[in-house]
């Protein structure tokens, strides 16, 4: 028993020690996800695992949000934000009016996961696939004022978009994410007959606590309405036809205009971790998925390992977007590259000399699906050792990052 609560002091002092801050993590789920509370205790982050509860145990504050797991990014920042700093959820008259949307949905009120965050209070965030734009959207909000009217005359009200919030994110760590948006998006909203892993979804999750989280549109599941016609209804929801959705978001066109005015902060860190789970055809030079990709995700990687996608300047695509995660191209993951006003830099990280503000630190990429590095689908005992490897070393490197 003593060996024990040695080992524990132990583990405890080597993460503290090396600290220089010690800031909370909050993780920011993707595309479908949910929160801790959802899915009879299947975790977004982890699977049968739990990859917050994991961090914790090694001494480290963390937090999961639960936001629309198909909304855009603009209204998954802001609920972000409400989540972390509590409050009422606003998504801005203007934006409201815009998308015909309800701008104070009463549900959508939190007593905040850690109500003290501020500029002395920052925070790291850590998100997968759309969880890394939502964090980047999220910044950009916090690091301006977001005017109500076309004319820019008058200030939102909101407690987020009134007033410019600087030094509250230390660091921004994105996993996965489709910085420059994904060739599958405008094949799943064209040519698939609607997202086929919303249907398997949908059978998994049957007579568990799921919620797409859509108040703001006035779209909820009707009483003992079956999955079916609840996925249904969400197909020809007139929302996927607006850029206020995240196949908007994720497609290469939706992603350029966010990077357009989503940049880099010379006060914050960036990391971007890859994954990839294809290899070349040396005959076509087209990617196939490997053995290890999950089943549901290779027609999905076959179709985007030999596929390209126009931007509207009628500039497209090319054959290094070939390779991908099932969901994401890899070379998409590095960081935001087609912003028409510059992008920002990337530096392939070696060591902590490389530890830069204000650029993106690529960490590499992991032969995984797109699935498997957050636990879920086809994985290994080894796959999770990695990945738990991974969260804990990056936790130590963020903790080690100068405070402000």
Known sequence: MRIGI???IYILFINT??????????????????????MAGYKYWGGEHDFQEYLESFGYEVYTVSIGPISSNWDRAIETYYQIKGGQVDYGKKHSDQYKIIQKPKNKNWDGLYSQWNSDNPIHIIGHSLGGQTARMLQFLLENQIYADSLNMTIEESDLLR????KWIRSITTISTPHNGTTLSNIVTTTLPFMEELMGLAA????RVYSFDLEQWGFSRRSNEPWNKYFERLRYHPAWKTKNFCAWDVSVEGARQLNNKLKANNDIYYFSFATGNTNKDQNTGQHKPNASMSIVLRPNAYMMGKSTQCWVKGDCTDSTWYENDGIVNTISQLGPTSGQSGFDKIITYKDEDDLVTGAWLYMGKYTMDHKAFMGHGNYSDETITIVYNVFNEHSKRLMSL???
Do not use: C, R
């Open 6 to 8: 040695f080992i524990v």
């Open 17 to 38: 020690s090396t600290a220089q801050n010690q800031y909370p993590i909050v993780l920011i789920h993707g595309f479908m996800g949910w929160g801790t509370d959802e």
């Open 163 to 166: 007033i410019q919030k600087l």
């Open 204 to 207: 998994l999750i049957d007579n």
């Open 402 to 404: 100068p405070a402000f």
